[in-house]
């Protein structure tokens, strides 16, 4: 059974940083294409970043300020946010598929870590 699990989620002043993870169970992720989702209540999910082998790409929101990395020794993504900002308050996903292209397409997803960031 597939499960991601994330963490690394609060709240922080903007200008702050935060570092979410997402560790993988039941299968290697190593190469696959993955990503990180937000969600603010009552608006639609929408990409953050993905990653698929070793090649990343951003939302124009966050270009600069977001960095989406993996370890595979420990099947774990990754989401370092840094010069955060108010309008980065939503509910974090982490989201996998087994595919080593990104097509906007995950069939796995983890419960979501809370970002609050307040000015």
């Known amino acids: 059974q597939v499960q991601l699990v994330e963490s690394g989620g609060g709240s922080v002043q903007a200008g702050g940083s935060l570092r979410l993870s997402c560790e993988v169970s039941?299968?290697?992720?190593?190469?696959?294409?993955m990503g990180w989702f937000r969600q603010v209540l009552g608006k639609w999910r929408e990409v953050v970043a993905q990653i698929a082998r070793t090649q990343t790409a951003y939302a124009d929101s966050v270009k600069g300020r977001f960095t989406i990395s993996r370890d595979n020794a420990k099947n774990s993504l990754y989401l370092q946010m840094d010069n955060l900002k108010p309008e980065d308050t939503a509910m974090y996903f982490c989201a996998a598929e087994r595919r080593t292209w990104c097509n906007g397409v995950f069939s796995y997803w983890g419960q979501g870590t809370q970002v609050t960031v307040s000015s």
């Open positions: 039941g299968y290697t992720s190593s190469t696959d294409c």
